[in-house]
């Protein structure tokens, strides 16, 4: 099932057509290959493995058809790109995979983009949010990621992330971990403490009919 949603000036969508592909394997290779340098640079400018032959994508995109923000999603049993290349982060009993988990990975804003807000919120924060509700799509309860120890600490004053083992230098000494998150818990958690952040997560706002020149970049 498509993800797709507009909120404020982005439009989030799931990413399926060729020009999307290739725009969001190129802001992947800026971000993880030359930024973070966590794999060695591409000759083509663009960041592809074997995991994109059955996960799923989701763009932030603005209205003009650019991409901004991005995020790779795989349901269990399938592979996980923690299971293998990111092994060296989790815990000494491995990952305790699970019916309802899924794993994201490749989640990055375009560099010159991540002071912009939604909602008074961040750009990453959306990006959430459309994982979110592609969790409630697929019945995911449970996310588990890869991520730097200093969004980690910013993202944990409104996601309930655990850490499964201590983070680690990766790339250029970029301090990683795998966390998971819960988003039952996060629900309760929200209602408490942030019930205004939990009724912005869980309001899609305008939806995108199928066919609009908005459905995908233009």
């Not at 400018?45 to 995991?51: F, N, Q, S, T, V």
């Not at 209205?63 to 290349?85: D, F, Q, S």
Request: glycine share 6%; net charge negative; proline share 6%.
């Amino acid at each position: 099932m498509e993800l797709i949603f507009q909120e404020e000036n982005y439009l989030v969508k799931t990413i399926s057509a060729p020009e999307e592909i290739n725009s969001a394997l190129k802001l992947r290779h800026d971000v993880f290959r030359d930024e973070l340098r966590w794999v060695p640079p591409s000759p083509d400018g663009l960041d592809r493995d074997a995991y994109d032959d059955f996960a799923e994508a989701i763009g932030v995109f603005e209205l003009t058809g650019e991409l901004v923000g991005h995020v790779r999603l795989i349901r269990a049993p399938l592979p996980y790109m923690i299971e293998k290349e990111f092994s060296c982060l989790l815990p000494a009993g491995g990952l305790r995979k699970v019916e309802g988990m899924s794993e994201s990975t490749r989640i990055c804003v375009r560099k010159e983009r991540r002071k912009d807000t939604v909602a008074s919120l961040s750009l990453a924060h959306l990006l959430y949010k459309a994982i979110y509700h592609w969790s409630l799509q697929n019945d995911s309860r449970y996310l588990v990621t890869i991520i730097e120890q200093r969004y980690f600490i910013y993202l944990k004053r409104f996601f309930p992330f655990v850490p499964l083992a201590d983070f680690k230098p990766l790339g250029e000494g970029v301090m990683s971990g795998i966390a998971l998150l819960d988003w039952r818990e996060f629900e309760e958690s929200a209602a408490a403490k942030r019930p205004g952040f939990l009724e912005w997560m869980s309001n899609r706002g305008g939806l995108v009919p199928s066919g609009s020149r908005l459905h995908g970049p233009c």
